[in-house]
């Protein structure tokens, strides 16, 4: 057994824990970060940047959004049923966090929408190869912030994951953590933050928590290490149960079980026509661009199922003009309408049941699973609107309205996916984290995904980058809570 003192224990390194560690080391206090991973950064070195409002990227491009419109904006889109003090403190910092990462050496490469209708306030970051930024860009924020810790004092233990929190006389201690010989380590602490990126990678806890049930009706993305322990061990010390859900988004069914049809789901994600397993349309294809909005659509149909449908026609029209809503996927993959015809057979062959080819709306109805009747009448008043040129029963934009008439069909299955879990640490505005009954646990604090309730369960895509802003601004705060807590 080894025993270790500092001021601050800090229970993981992804980007809540760094901004945590790095918050308290500035205020001059002696930080370990402890990592089960071999690797900091956790879960955002996957991603590709955070959100922020008011910073100078924003105000340098004109960009008219103020903190206060976005937390009008944003509590209006949450129904207020979120902590109104802590999104404001959070969009509050935000502006600054940039400034401060961007001190650490991080580069970005300006503030982004995610999709046209959302608001610019995705910060990507640029990676140190000077590509431009995709996915794992954020990879190398979290390396930054990683050498700006050390530089601070702050000691890193990688491969040594904290099983247990201590708590004394009502108080919290430190942290028992097992090197990776299987050696006990106690830390003594005068404060602990935790920060293990919630339950996504546990299917147990996601099921029992939220009802999903991973590869059936969920098909979220597990980062290995990302168990719930944080919930868990605070759970243990009496810290009350916070609101459980999953960042959900929509994803391509074939596309879980093979890589390599996901740049297909650029085609299928298209506002054209979308029908549920009974052969209904069900949204305003617009939406699946948001897809936070398609995965609500989603959320409530049979098995958790929708079809998006087009013809060859369509694919005829955007392999001459390109497709409707260019998205992040175009840009990654290039010109998937070029192949499209190619690649389908092929995904159809190892997908049968979610990747479909018909020549007939019969063969439709009968792949997709659902009554031809309807479908049939699906399609026919579909087919009317397009030729109305007038969407009366959705509004989706008259520019998107094609018919759906010439074969063959293309359809695809779309099914709920998630970036990770949300939630299930009950905090307040100051991540002092609390009891069932709303008192606080002295010295015990929360960041990242593990408290993150402020989406009302539907992520607020509309504010891209707000989960790794969420950890970095609530990390931010957390470390300087835990050091004034400290102070006295
Ligand atoms: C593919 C993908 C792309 C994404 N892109 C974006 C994006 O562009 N913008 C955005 O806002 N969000 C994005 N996200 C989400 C974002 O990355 C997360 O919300 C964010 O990383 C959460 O930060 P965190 O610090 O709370 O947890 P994580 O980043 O998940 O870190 C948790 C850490 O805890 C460690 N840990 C777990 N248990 C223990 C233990 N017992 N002891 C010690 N350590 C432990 C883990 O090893 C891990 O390192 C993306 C997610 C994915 C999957």
Redesign the pocket.
């Known amino acids: 057994m080894a025993n270790l003192v500092c001021d601050i224990a800090v229970?993981?390194?992804?980007?809540?824990?760094l901004a945590a560690a790095i918050a308290a080391a500035e205020n001059e206090k002696k930080v370990i970060i402890?990592?089960?991973?071999a690797v900091t950064?956790?879960?955002?070195n996957?991603?590709?940047?955070?959100?922020a409002v008011e910073s100078h990227f924003q105000k340098d491009m004109m960009e008219s959004l103020t903190v206060e419109k976005a937390f009008e904006d944003y509590m209006r889109e949450t129904r207020w049923h979120v902590d109104a003090r802590l999104v404001k403190n959070y969009f509050e910092k935000s502006g600054d966090t940039i400034s401060w990462l961007e001190d650490m050496g991080v580069k970005f490469a300006g503030a982004n929408k995610y999709f046209p209708g959302s608001h610019r306030t995705w910060h990507m970051v640029l990676p140190e190869d000077g590509s431009v930024p995709g996915?794992r860009s954020?990879g190398t924020m979290c390396k930054r912030m990683t050498e700006r810790a050390k530089e601070l004092g702050v000691e890193i233990r990688t491969e040594t994951?904290?099983?247990k929190i201590l708590k004394e006389d009502g108080k919290i201690t430190g942290v028992l953590a097992v090197d990776k010989s299987g050696e006990e380590i106690i830390c003594n602490a005068k404060a602990v933050v935790i920060?293990?990126?919630?339950f996504g990678n546990n299917v147990e806890m996601i099921k029992e928590n939220t009802g999903y049930t991973y590869g059936t009706d969920i098909f979220n993305?597990r980062?290995p290490?990302?168990?719930g322990?944080?919930l868990r061990m605070a759970w243990e010390v009496g810290a009350g149960k916070g609101r459980m859900s999953m960042e959900k988004i929509v994803h391509l069914v074939a596309g879980v079980k093979n890589d390599m049809f996901l740049p297909l789901s650029n085609i299928f994600y298209q506002p054209n026509l979308v029908v549920n397993l009974e052969g209904h349309r069900v949204m305003n294809e617009e939406l699946l661009e948001h897809t936070s909005y398609a995965s609500n659509v989603t959320d409530i149909q049979k098995d958790r199922r929708i079809y998006s449908i087009l013809d060859k026609r369509i694919i005829g029209a955007y392999k001459r003009n390109g497709v409707d809503v260019p998205n992040d996927m175009t840009k990654m993959f290039g010109d998937i309408v070029a192949y499209f015809e190619e690649m389908m057979p092929k995904a159809a062959e190892a997908a049968p049941e979610s990747m479909i080819i018909a020549d007939s709306i019969e063969e439709l109805a009968e792949k997709i699973g659902c009554p031809y009747e309807e479908l049939k009448a699906t399609l026919d008043e579909y087919n009317d609107l397009c030729e109305d040129n007038w969407d009366s029963v959705f509004g989706k934009d008259r520019k998107f309205l094609r018919p759906i008439s010439t074969a063959p069909f293309y359809a695809a299955a779309i099914s709920i996916g998630a970036?990770?879990s949300l939630g299930g640490i009950l905090i307040d505005s100051d991540l002092r984290v609390l009891t069932e009954e709303h008192i606080p646990i002295p010295g015990l604090y929360g960041?990242?995904?593990?408290v993150n309730d402020i989406y009302d369960g539907s992520y607020v895509f509309t504010f891209p980058?707000?989960?790794?802003?969420f950890?970095l601004n609530t990390?931010r705060m957390a470390g300087e809570n835990a050091a004034a807590f400290i102070d006295g």
């Open positions: 229970v993981a390194a992804g980007p809540a824990g402890f990592e089960k991973a950064g956790g879960t955002a996957m991603g590709i940047g955070p959100f996915p954020a994951p904290v099983k920060a293990t990126g919630g993305f980062i290490g990302v168990d322990d944080g970036y990770g960041a990242g995904s593990d980058g707000n989960t790794m802003g950890a990390g």
